[in-house]
């Protein structure tokens, strides 16, 4: 920590650099209409696992591989549990 600075002062400093990989970003979020929302970037990540781990797991039902993955993806407070399998195959939680 630089001594004799406050975190105000920190933070203008930090504000006013000016990286490649920050102008870049800039660029990007501002092409797609501005920052991406997390809820949104969050269902983007689910389809992206599902894509990835469908082709090795046949035997699981798409819409029970999407809840498994945002389970598994989702902060540990917002996790659901699962309790059991039904019979037809779905879980119960």
Do not use: H, T
């Not at 975190?7 to 650099?17: C, V």
């Not at 082709?55 to 996790?79: E, M, S, T």
């Amino acid at each position: 920590m630089i001594a004799g600075m406050n975190a105000r002062q920190m933070g203008r400093r930090g504000g006013l650099s000016k990286s490649s990989a920050k102008r870049a970003a800039a660029r990007r979020n501002g092409a797609r209409g501005g920052r991406p929302r997390e809820v949104d970037r969050l269902a983007g990540k689910i389809r992206d696992v599902c894509a990835r781990l469908a082709p090795q797991l046949p035997q699981i039902d798409p819409g029970d591989l999407r809840l498994i993955v945002r389970c598994l993806l989702l902060p540990p407070a917002r996790r659901a549990v699962f309790l059991m399998r039904r019979k037809d195959g779905r879980y119960v939680f």
